[in-house]
């Protein structure tokens, strides 16, 4: 049992010689206990080192060297659900020594990324899609005629999603050799919420023997069932793998581990621990972290929670993310963490606004992405009243283009009578929420992963005339540039070195067309700026108006363009995209 993170690199002489999976061929099952603690010791250094996820990781060493282990892959085929739990995957699969990269420019992606190695299958940066992923594989395994085995390894939560249970319903009639593996650390980045959750929870008294209750839920489905097994002893863990891939059609093996395994603290906070900060620097005194737009939501929502009665907070399991911490406690009747299901949560929202509560959704941008036919049939066509709380918008840095959240906008844009705010900082934050729950429909609030410029936040109740810029710089030059969002204070520099006028546009939709018209009487050069895809962004709003009026002066717009924008600090992301690059 470790207890503290290693700040050197541990001795690791058995690990040191795995550089592909077919070296473990060779080990002997004494051999795979000593693997798995110089594994574990080298995970928990390396991750000191570069910050990420860590509790789920931990919890798969076991698991990840037993399919290793027995599996022939690349031929066959591994996909991790949540991605999160491929760190120790990546560390066997040749990767080791680039470990110490992860999450930088140029590095380690933080999950399994196809065009990194030839031993990621699939990439699953968002949860719930392994299943669906690894019956493809093996259904086209079948057509082609090769004799291969497909591994889906799902946890982390991620079995509470819909999409799983269609994957396992289609699974019963192809027939296809896939084995699921049910990752059950009865955590998703909270406890896992919901009836699924309660009901295995029931089967975890690990004493050898199948578990009647479970069995009776996959094999109706189709599947043959065996656990729950004991995920962290290979004598258990091993032959029920090797059972289960000796058999044809679709297998389920539920496996119980725990997060954050061997490492006490993760142990005792698996919420905490779900994932880390590097190490910083002993000699490096730790200055106070700067309460973030999501701390700032959260106060936002018990202060409002206090005034009105019918506010109810839903997540799709996303409580210490979006920062619901103090409401669910305060409000647990008013809370509904409906666990990794996006497409139920604004359903689910709409359904409580139809019988007139008011639902705030907090929501990562990147995860609303998942439940956009809900926002479009289920909650705007009836006009309902739901307010968005679209959290991580932008760039998100580390995380990369699976969580990066630029394409919200111009999702959003096009759906008639939403209501779409950009925030520049903490405060216009508080008063848009506070605009888009006072306001009688469907409305959006955006707003970026971390800390913004404002240092005091006035938290009161006051509203934003709807679809009003400000106009904050009157320039002598013939450029106005148009800010959307939390890149003002670098938009300022620019208007001042410039002598350009500056807006803070606030609302993407409706625009505040009469300001527009005012500033092309006295401009030839519109600059348009937004943390955002430029293809149906907030600058594409703009030309599209400017189209209408016919106008024939340069319009530019800066944001994210039609590339991927890769993992790295968000600095660097910013720069590659060259928003701030001289007009």
């Known amino acids: 049992m470790f207890t503290a993170i290693p700040t050197h690199r541990p001795a690791t002489p058995l690990l040191d010689t795995i550089d592909t999976p077919c070296a473990l061929q060779s080990l002997t099952a004494q051999q795979l206990a000593q693997l798995a603690t110089e594994l574990r010791a080298y995970l928990l250094y390396s991750v000191g080192q570069t910050g990420g996820h860590f509790g789920a990781g931990l919890g798969v060493i076991e698991l990840t060297i037993a399919l290793h282990y027995l599996l022939k892959t690349p031929e066959d085929h591994l996909i991790w659900d949540v991605g999160h739990q491929c760190y120790p995957h990546k560390i066997l699969t040749g990767r080791r020594e680039q470990m110490l990269s992860m999450r930088q420019r140029d590095g380690l992606a933080p999950f399994p990324k196809r065009d990194e190695s030839i031993f990621d299958d699939f990439g699953t940066g968002h949860s719930s899609t392994s299943i669906s992923a690894a019956l493809g594989m093996a259904v086209a395994d079948q057509l082609l005629g090769r004799n291969t085995r497909s591994v889906a390894v799902i946890g982390d939560g991620a079995m509470t999603a819909g999409m799983a249970f269609e994957a396992l319903n289609h699974a019963a009639h192809t027939?296809?050799?896939?084995?699921?593996?049910?990752?059950?650390?009865?955590?998703?980045?909270?406890?896992?919420?919901?009836?699924?959750?309660?009901?295995?929870?029931?089967?975890?008294?690990?004493?050898?023997?199948?578990?009647?209750?479970?069995?009776?839920?996959?094999?109706?489905?189709?599947f043959e069932y065996q656990g729950p097994v004991d995920g962290h002893d290979f004598a258990q863990l091993l032959p029920a793998l090797e059972t289960a891939l000796s058999k044809e059609g679709p297998q389920f093996l539920h496996v119980v581990t725990q997060k954050g395994k061997g490492f006490e603290p993760a142990e005792a906070d698996p919420v905490g621990y779900h994932a880390i900060t590097k190490l910083d620097p002993l000699s490096q005194p730790k200055s106070p972290k700067k309460p973030t737009f999501a701390n700032h939501f959260g106060r936002w929502l018990l202060t409002t929670a206090e005034k009105d009665a019918h506010l109810v907070g839903i997540t799709p399991a996303m409580r210490e993310g979006s920062d619901l911490i103090a409401f669910s406690e305060q409000y647990p009747e008013r809370y509904f963490d409906v666990a990794i299901a996006e497409q139920h949560a604004l359903t689910f929202a709409a359904g409580l606004a139809c019988a007139g509560t008011k639902p705030v959704v907090a929501i990562?941008?990147?995860?609303?992405?998942?439940?956009?036919?809900?926002?479009?049939?289920?909650?705007?066509?009836?006009?309902?009243?739901?307010?968005?709380?679209?959290?991580?918008?932008?760039?998100?840095?580390?995380?990369?283009?699976?969580?990066?959240?630029?394409?919200?906008?111009?999702?959003?844009?096009?759906?008639?009578?939403?209501?779409?705010?950009?925030?520049?900082?903490?405060?216009?934050?508080?008063?848009?929420?506070?605009?888009?729950?006072?306001?009688?429909?469907?409305?959006?609030?955006?707003?970026?992963?971390?800390?913004?410029?404002?240092?005091?936040?006035?938290?009161?109740?006051?509203?934003?005339?709807?679809?009003?810029?400000?106009?904050l710089r009157t320039g002598t030059?013939?450029?106005?540039?148009?800010?959307?969002?939390?890149?003002?204070?670098?938009?300022?520099?620019?208007?001042?070195?410039?002598?350009?006028?500056?807006?803070?546009?606030?609302?993407?939709?409706?625009?505040?067309?009469?300001?527009?018209?005012?500033?092309?009487?006295?401009?030839?050069?519109?600059?348009?700026?937004?943390?955002?895809?430029?293809?149906?962004?907030?600058?594409?709003?703009?030309?599209?108006?400017?189209?209408?009026?016919?106008?024939?002066?340069?319009?530019?717009?800066?944001?994210?363009?039609d590339h991927w924008v890769e993992h790295g600090s968000r600095d660097e992301q910013l720069r590659e995209c060259g928003i701030f690059a001289p007009l």
């Open 175 to 222: 027939r296809a050799n896939v084995l699921v593996i049910l990752n059950d650390n009865d955590m998703s980045i909270s406890k896992n919420e919901g009836g699924l959750a309660t009901y295995l929870a029931k089967n975890l008294k690990l004493k050898g023997s199948r578990s009647e209750t479970s069995a009776a839920l996959f094999e109706a489905l189709a």
């Open 364 to 471: 990562y941008s990147t995860f609303l992405q998942r439940a956009y036919d809900q926002l479009v049939h289920d909650i705007a066509i009836q006009k309902l009243d739901v307010l968005l709380a679209i959290d991580r918008a932008g760039l998100v840095g580390e995380d990369g283009a699976t969580h990066a959240g630029v394409f919200d906008i111009a999702m959003l844009r096009c759906i008639p009578e939403m209501i779409i705010m950009t925030p520049a900082d903490e405060q216009e934050q508080w008063l848009m929420l506070n605009t888009g729950y006072q306001h009688q429909g469907p409305a959006a609030v955006r707003y970026p992963r971390g800390a913004g410029s404002c240092e005091t936040v006035i938290t009161n109740h006051e509203t934003l005339p709807v679809g009003k810029a400000r106009l």
């Open 477 to 561: 030059s013939d450029t106005a540039l148009l800010n959307f969002g939390p890149l003002l204070q670098q938009v300022q520099q620019m208007a001042e070195s410039g002598d350009h006028t500056l807006v803070d546009m606030r609302f993407v939709k409706p625009l505040d067309t009469e300001l527009l018209t005012h500033l092309l009487a006295q401009h030839q050069h519109i600059v348009t700026f937004e943390d955002h895809a430029i293809q149906g962004g907030a600058g594409s709003a703009v030309a599209e108006w400017l189209a209408q009026q016919a106008w024939a002066g340069k319009l530019t717009l800066r944001g994210i363009p």
